[in-house]
């Protein structure tokens, strides 16, 4: 061992004649600890929500989508569908009508996304339908109309959102108007058009901007509804590389040929990535404040202990070690505690974040904040730049003792001896 590492670990663990001394080294053990775990679970808990916002929003959404430029929807769609498919890294593809509507049951009604879609190619693209209640996907085949036992038409099916259905008191099996903004042209004026759908299954993805604002119902139903015959309104495409996605939706644009666009889901969330990772940069100088205090404290216990062992300096002087000795013993005096309080914030820190990831005992409002309990995802990384950022602060504020403690002259401090 390194002479300036043994007398500084002598220094720390050794019997003070000033007890302060000692209580102010623990509080700055315990205060780097405080920061370090506090640092590491602040980040555990925002990686987890980018990832898990992430995760479902690849998940319950398309990846790439085609739209018509002029906004008129897309018409002899059949073709152009089976082409996009052969585009490379294009793993699915699915046709869809989305419009804007008022969902209502008696007198409680709310505004939602309804999307016609033909449901075997919507599982390829999105996971909401895969977590609808049984028999929910079937009712959404295409079929021709059926009529009930009393010769009355049979309602068409639609899928809706768990919290949705709920806002509006609808229960599997009962009926729900669909009002729309395309209207019909009468005397009187342009009055929306309304329909009547049958409840068929409700899904929750645990994302709520889709379990609260989005319904699906067959194709064929939403071009009736919207009064727009064999029209779409974008084809939605899943790709295998998710961070290529502008880089694809170039390719399947020049696919489609002029008078087509896409957008994607880094453009259609940057806003939101953004925010979130702001918010990481924020908490963590916030909570690094922490450790910058748990420093202080570090630069109050070297001080102290450099006034506490003056005499003892002296001697060491007096034997031929050299100011440069003496200021490294102290260096490693402050490094060994902003390591040990490093090393047990760390430990702490990815406990707290394992146990949080593994039993999910934090919920949240999903309303809020569009996840229903708190994610932790600890990342190894993170416990690198922490530990580089508390180590590193705490070094900083053992210049100024390690430099005083080098100044000491021998034959000024011995002279009353």
């Known amino acids: 061992m390194r002479f300036e590492l043994f007398v500084a670990a002598r220094y720390l663990r050794a019997k003070r004649r000033q007890a302060v001394v000692g209580v102010v080294t623990a509080i700055s053990i315990a205060g780097v600890t405080a920061g370090v775990a506090a640092l590491i679970i602040a980040l555990a808990i925002t990686n987890g929500m980018r990832r898990d916002l992430q995760d479902r929003l690849v998940d319950s959404s398309w990846h790439v989508q085609l739209l018509r430029i002029a906004g008129d929807g897309i018409r002899d769609w059949r073709p152009l569908l089976e082409k996009l498919r052969t585009v490379p890294h294009v793993t699915a593809a699915s046709p869809g009508l989305y419009e804007q509507v008022l969902v209502a049951r008696g007198a409680r009604d709310g505004g939602a996304l309804i999307e016609g879609v033909l449901p075997d190619d919507e599982k390829m693209v999105s996971t909401l339908l895969n977590a609808a209640t049984p028999g929910s996907v079937e009712a959404l085949e295409p079929k021709s109309t059926q009529t009930t036992e009393d010769g009355t038409t049979e309602l068409p099916p639609i899928v809706l959102g768990k919290d949705l259905a709920d806002s509006i008191g609808a229960a599997v099996g009962n009926r729900v108007t669909i009002i729309s903004p395309q209207g019909e042209m009468t005397p009187y004026g342009v009055i929306p058009k309304w329909v009547q759908f049958k409840l068929a299954g409700t899904y929750r ?201 080098a100044r000491i002259l021998p034959a000024a401090a011995l002279r009353y001896e």
């Not at 922490?290 to 002296?314: F, G, P, Q, S, Y």
């Not at 039993?359 to 708190?374: G, P």
């Not at 690198?384 to 430099?403: E, R």
């Open 205 to 405: 993805s645990g994302f709520y901007q889709y379990d609260a604002q989005t319904g699906y119902v067959r194709l064929a139903d939403a071009q009736t509804l919207f009064a727009e015959p064999d029209l779409l309104s974008a084809i939605s495409l899943k790709v295998d590389d998710l961070s290529r996605a502008p880089e694809i939706g170039r390719a399947v644009e020049q696919a489609a040929g002029p008078g087509y666009m896409t957008t994607n889901w880094i453009e259609q969330n940057r806003e939101l990535f953004r925010a979130l990772k702001l918010e990481q940069v924020v908490t963590f100088i916030v909570i690094a404040l922490i450790v910058i205090v748990a420093a202080l404290n570090i630069l109050i216990a070297l001080t102290m202990m450099v006034m506490e062992k003056t005499r003892d300096i002296a001697v060491l002087m007096s034997f031929g070690v050299d100011p440069g000795q003496v200021r490294r013993i102290f260096l490693m005096q402050g490094f060994l505690i902003s390591v040990i309080g490093t090393v047990l914030g760390l430990v702490l820190g990815y406990a707290a974040s394992w146990a949080g990831a593994h039993y999910h005992f934090i919920h949240l409002s999903a309303s809020v904040y569009a996840i229903d309990t708190l994610p932790f995802a600890p990342r190894p990384l993170d416990g690198v730049i922490v530990a580089a950022v508390s180590i590193g602060i705490s070094l900083l504020a053992t210049l100024y003792p390690s430099h005083a403690a």
